[in-house]
């Protein structure tokens, strides 16, 4: 970042909270214990966590502004680039409340060209919120996988369904949340990486209609272009995901 530019950002993020203390009448005590609370999370390394909940979406809308391809969203701290290239299927393992998902869609260009040979890579949380290569010692090929786009530019994989993710709340973060009033979930959502070299990368999530936390996001990811309501073919819910891949700067 040119100095120039550094100097803006950091002298507009000054004066949003300085209004904010102003306007809220903050005391200085108040703000003895917000900088004794910072401190703290960042020792508890909780910093990443805490920047990511409320601003890491207006760095990705900030992209989005300028981008013609499909719009992104927040990547999350979840994602393995040495997911298993897969074909059809995800694996996953056997639960009770394990629902059957098909998700599938197609790549073009921004011309509406399909594009062959896109690298879909697709990452979601087990029937009980977790993510494998992360959680619960769940290997690394389950609920994950990178597929190849065909000669139409088309995607399909079977999979069973997300459910709601609830962050990590028994820190610094989470406390400050509930101070707030506020919850610790997002909605239940599909990650998808789709790459192509010459081509934007697209880092995206995908949400369900009328889902749970839809409209209250923690992180406040969801757009209503990144929501979908799920179709049945051949008895199974489908979730259709297209693709629009910009051209590489
Ligand atoms: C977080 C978790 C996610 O699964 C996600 O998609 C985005 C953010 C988080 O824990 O902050
Ligand atoms: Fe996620």
Redesign the pocket.
């Known amino acids: 970042m040119e100095s120039e530019q550094l100097e803006a950002v950091v002298m507009d993020i000054v004066a949003g909270i300085r209004d904010a203390i102003i306007k809220h009448h903050v005391t200085v005590d108040q703000y003895r214990f917000a900088v004794d609370y910072l401190g703290r999370l960042a020792d508890a390394r909780e910093l990443p966590?805490l920047l990511?909940?409320f601003l890491n979406v207006a760095a990705v809308d900030a992209e989005n502004e300028v981008t013609k391809g499909s719009p992104q969203a927040?990547q999350?701290?979840?994602y393995r680039e040495d997911a298993p290239a897969v074909t059809d299927r995800l694996k996953t393992l056997d639960h009770d409340n394990e629902r059957p998902l098909v998700v599938r869609g197609q790549v073009r260009d921004i011309d509406g060209s399909v594009l062959p040979g896109a690298e879909v890579d697709i990452w979601h949380s087990t029937p009980t919120g977790k993510?494998s290569g992360f959680h619960d010692n769940i290997p690394v090929d389950y609920y994950r996988g990178k597929l190849t786009s065909d000669s139409e530019g088309a995607y399909r994989v079977a999979t069973t369904a997300p459910v709601p993710?609830q962050?990590?709340n028994q820190g610094y973060t989470g406390a400050l949340l509930e101070a707030m009033g506020r919850h610790s979930w997002?909605p239940a959502?599909v990650?998808f990486k789709v790459r192509k070299p010459g081509f934007k990368t697209v880092t995206t999530?995908v949400y369900f209609e009328g889902g749970q936390w839809v409209d209250s996001d923690c992180?406040s990811?969801v757009r209503d272009d990144l929501v979908r309501r799920t179709t049945q073919e051949d008895g199974v819910d489908t979730l259709t995901v297209d693709f629009v891949l910009d051209r590489a700067a």
Request: glycine content about 12%; hydrophobic content about 25%; charged content about 10%.
């Open positions: 966590l990511d909940v927040i999350g701290p979840y993510y993710y962050i990590p997002r959502h990650h999530q992180c990811g």
